[in-house]
């Protein structure tokens, strides 16, 4: 009888170590998924930019204008043959023509094949990029409501979608904090993007 009883305590022993190491063992598996997707949330990808034709897509000439210049010249400034929109079409015009075959072959011809739509995607929130699957013509088609300061807001996201052969490439969110003018905005940008090209647009 003792002997049956050891037996039976054994048994239970080992099914409960089993519970507890597979139990562990679940507990491994989840942190470690945790953490991998924790990592690749954090991680933001590249792209090699050698020449790139800059599209500001907002609602005011004015604010299309300094996006577009500022930015092509951040990009000079590090080696890129950068582009604005601005010198293929006069301001004021529908970006949306930057999408038929002509004009493409026109810029094609200047030695430019990639394209970055700079739009705004919002104040004092985070956001994330949107409609990954469009190609560059139903980008266009896209509208920007935002101007690019609001007395209200602190902060302001861009979103960067850049397109070869009308096809998106690679697309980030860049959140420029601690604004409280039109000028800071800009100057938040230069600083901000700035890094960004250093770090990740180029080589």
Same mark, same amino acid.
């Given at each position: 009888m003792k002997a049956f009883i050891? @037996? !039976?305590? @054994? !048994?239970?022993? +080992? @099914?409960v170590f089993g519970q507890d190491a597979s139990e562990a063992k679940t507990e491994i598996v989840k942190a470690e998924k945790t953490k991998k997707a924790k990592k690749s949330k /954090? !991680? $933001? &990808?590249?792209i090699t930019l050698t020449n790139v034709l800059v599209i500001g897509q907002m609602d005011k000439p004015e604010d *299309?204008?300094?996006i577009e210049i500022n930015l092509a010249e951040m990009l000079a400034e590090r080696g890129v043959k !950068?582009?604005?929109s601005l010198n293929v079409m006069k301001l004021g015009s529908d970006a949306r023509n930057l999408a038929t075959d002509s004009i493409q072959k026109t810029i094609l011809a200047k030695g430019v094949?990639?394209?970055c739509v700079v739009t705004i995607r919002g104040f004092d929130? $985070?956001? &994330?990029v949107s409609n990954l699957e469009d190609d560059f013509a139903t980008t266009l088609e896209q509208a920007s409501f #935002?101007?690019?300061y609001r007395e209200d807001a602190v902060s302001i996201s861009f979103q960067f979608k850049f397109f070869r052969n009308n096809v998106c490439v690679h697309s980030e969110i860049v959140k420029c904090g601690n604004i409280g003018s039109r000028e800071t905005v800009l100057?938040? #940008? *230069? /600083? $901000?993007? +700035? $890094?960004r090209i250093s770090k990740a647009w180029t080589k």
């Amino acid at each position: 009888m003792k002997a049956f009883i050891l @037996i !039976a305590l @054994i !048994a239970f022993s +080992g @099914i409960v170590f089993g519970q507890d190491a597979s139990e562990a063992k679940t507990e491994i598996v989840k942190a470690e998924k945790t953490k991998k997707a924790k990592k690749s949330k /954090k !991680a $933001k &990808t590249s792209i090699t930019l050698t020449n790139v034709l800059v599209i500001g897509q907002m609602d005011k000439p004015e604010d *299309r204008y300094s996006i577009e210049i500022n930015l092509a010249e951040m990009l000079a400034e590090r080696g890129v043959k !950068a582009v604005p929109s601005l010198n293929v079409m006069k301001l004021g015009s529908d970006a949306r023509n930057l999408a038929t075959d002509s004009i493409q072959k026109t810029i094609l011809a200047k030695g430019v094949d990639t394209y970055c739509v700079v739009t705004i995607r919002g104040f004092d929130r $985070k956001h &994330t990029v949107s409609n990954l699957e469009d190609d560059f013509a139903t980008t266009l088609e896209q509208a920007s409501f #935002f101007e690019l300061y609001r007395e209200d807001a602190v902060s302001i996201s861009f979103q960067f979608k850049f397109f070869r052969n009308n096809v998106c490439v690679h697309s980030e969110i860049v959140k420029c904090g601690n604004i409280g003018s039109r000028e800071t905005v800009l100057k938040r #940008f *230069r /600083k $901000k993007v +700035g $890094k960004r090209i250093s770090k990740a647009w180029t080589k």
